[in-house]
């Protein structure tokens, strides 16, 4: 059974962003801006296309006027004359080269232009964090879309001349052929245009696949020490080892998809020719010539099935990637001009669903070991203020890490305001939510470095109006002001939970989570801060060590073993004896812990 705990969730979210107008929008700028080049392509595959057009023709001449009448001559005539086409057609494939790159290589540099201001204007914002994988990535990127743009253009004009030219060759030979052969392949397109939009979909989840295994693998690098000294070996190589398994899965799935190519094919390029074959006796009967059954078995074996396959293989693989990369790019590097669904907050952001929405949660830190979080499914709304209460070891930081996305689940998911956070990288997840520990982090520089960490561009009454909020105006003076050195050690374990309260409090993430954060306050500080947090617009969750903080709360959610409750104080009061002993025991506690000051 589902231990439910919360109110019936709102609708979900919108999911993760899939690739939009802009794509579309930029790629037909991009072939609007070099309209000369793109003519001369057209213009070149259409002579391209002529012996698409003329084998049939010229072959069931050569075989009704010539072979079969017994004038060699003649045949060979004809024959020699498709040979002419067939030369006239290598020549202009040579010239479509050419007027390709006069359309791909400028759009290449557009592209990479946009990644180099992208980039400039990263490196110079006062948050700056150097990410070299970030800017090869993106370059890499600009080459996958050169190429994939390159063979997309290719293919598609490739089958719309060749279809074209042998559809209408085929009317020429005979209007029953060409309506034979034409519904046959109208339907094998349907199918393949139909499908797109699923494999649309599952490139993009594997692209993201790739880059959230890059993230995870550069970060897990980046801070091996770390990872070291802190003992966190097991848990940063299991979550890589999830990464690589996601997106070993997503590349199966894609493998998969691409059965509905195959069907595709066969559709539109093999069931002309069986039908042809089939119903070449009733067309011979109806005055068909041999040589119009060879011509038209000829268009569709040479024209027809090779442009099909081109498109489908061209389209289902290089043409998903420029799809889905090209929206990664346009998503990573924004420009001014761009329509706001390409900038702005993390993609998939839906500001009606509930700030937190958890389902079926569920973690053990162990393979054998008893779940710590079992099943839970606990929606919040925007603006909620929860306090989260049990006994030591009932697994409320767990549950603050799992809400954070610091620890993946087991099993179930975690929504923030609509977005699934396992798909998130740690710069949206930051912009979501905050999680403030117990063990307060205060680094050696000014206390406004400090203060402004999670938001840099906050202004000095900002930042002092802030302080004003959670009472550290004093605690700030007697350091000596914004500008001031802070020397962590000098503080006291209260003095640093103040400092990252504050720091907490500036940040623009909607969601605060504080797992035990204010231990070191005294009672008076603690509900100071504690109310600048509620007031505050977003969401709230506490994780409380004193009574008074489940008495602020609008909500209690109390960790009971698998029996979790959610109510208000006075319910849980009321209903849960679990919750009156706990209640019991904290007005029991003789002291409460140091209060903040030098220690
Ligand atoms: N890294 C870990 N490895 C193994 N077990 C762990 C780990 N962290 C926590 N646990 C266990 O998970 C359970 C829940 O721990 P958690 O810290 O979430 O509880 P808590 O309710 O926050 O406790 P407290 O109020 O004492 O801080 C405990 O039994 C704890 O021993």
Not at 540 to 554: K, Q
């Amino acid at each position: 059974m589902s231990r439910r705990a919360g109110s019936p969730a709102a609708p979900g979210g919108a999911g993760q962003g899939r690739p939009d107008a802009g794509v579309g929008r930029v790629t037909w700028q991009a072939l609007r801006a070099r309209r000369a080049a793109v003519a001369r392509l057209a213009g070149w595959s259409a002579v391209e296309a002529l012996p698409a057009l003329l084998s049939g023709l010229l072959v069931a001449r050569a075989v009704d006027h010539g072979f079969l009448a017994g004038r060699l001559g003649v045949g060979l005539g004809w024959l020699a004359a498709l040979a002419g086409a067939v030369l006239v057609g290598a020549v202009a494939t040579g010239r479509t080269y050419r007027s390709l790159g006069a359309v791909v290589e400028p759009f290449r540099d557009d592209l990479a232009a946009r990644v180099v201001r992208a980039a400039l204007a990263g490196a110079t914002r006062p948050d700056a964090r150097p990410d070299g994988a970030a800017a090869a990535r993106l370059t890499h990127q600009v080459e996958l879309v050169r190429d994939t743009f390159a063979g997309l253009l290719m293919v598609t004009r490739g089958f719309l001349f060749a279809a074209g030219a042998a559809l209408l060759g085929l009317l020429a030979l005979d209007p029953v052929v060409a309506a034979l052969v034409a519904a046959p392949l109208v339907a094998g397109v349907a199918v393949f245009l139909a499908a797109l939009p699923a494999m649309a979909g599952q490139q993009r989840r594997y692209v993201r696949a790739g880059e959230e295994l890059s993230r995870s693998a550069a970060t897990a690098l980046a801070g091996h020490r770390d990872v070291r000294a802190c003992g966190a070996a097991e848990r940063v190589v299991a979550d890589v080892g999830r990464r690589v398994a996601a997106q070993a899965a997503a590349e199966r799935t894609l493998a998969r998809m691409s059965a509905v190519r195959s069907l595709s094919l066969g559709l539109g390029g093999w069931l002309p020719l069986a039908i042809l074959l089939l119903a070449a006796p009733w067309l011979v009967g109806r005055g068909l010539t041999a040589g119009a059954v060879l011509g038209a078995l000829i268009y569709v074996s040479t024209g027809l099935q090779p442009a099909l396959h081109a498109l489908v293989q061209g389209v289902g693989g290089g043409g998903l990637r420029y799809v889905v990369t090209l929206d990664r790019i346009l998503r990573t590097c924004p420009e001014p001009g761009d329509p706001p669904a390409t900038a702005g907050p993390p993609t998939g952001v839906d500001e009606s669903a509930p700030a937190v929405r958890a389902r079926g949660l569920t973690f053990r830190y162990g393979a054998a070991a008893r779940p710590v979080v079992a099943d839970l499914t606990l929606s919040l709304p925007t603006g909620d203020h929860l306090a989260v209460v049990g006994a030591s070891g009932a697994g409320k930081s767990t549950l603050a890490a799992l809400l954070s996305g610091l620890l993946p689940p087991q099993a179930g998911t975690v929504r923030l305001a609509g977005v699934e956070i396992s798909a998130r990288g740690p710069g949206e997840l930051a912009r979501l939510r905050v999680l403030l520990p117990q063990e307060a982090y205060v680094f050696t520089g000014s206390l406004g470095d400090n203060l402004r960490y999670l938001r840099p561009d906050a202004d000095d009454a900002t930042v002092v109006a802030a302080l004003d909020a959670l009472g550290v105006r004093a605690l700030a003076a007697r350091i000596g002001g914004l500008a001031a050195p802070v020397a962590p050690d000098a503080l006291s374990a209260g003095e640093r939970q103040l400092i990252a309260a504050a720091r907490a409090y500036l940040s623009p993430a909607p969601l605060v989570i504080l797992d035990e954060a204010t231990c070191h306050l005294d009672p008076a500080a603690e509900a100071v801060v504690e109310d600048a947090f509620a007031d505050r617009p977003g969401t709230l969750v506490v994780i409380a060590h004193r009574i008074s903080s489940a008495v602020r709360a609008r909500r209690v959610l109390l960790l009971d073993g698998d029996r979790p409750a959610l109510g208000t104080h006075e319910e849980l009061l009321a209903r849960s004896a679990a919750y009156r002993d706990l209640v019991g025991h904290w007005d029991a506690r003789p002291a409460e812990r140091a209060p903040a000051g030098r220690g």
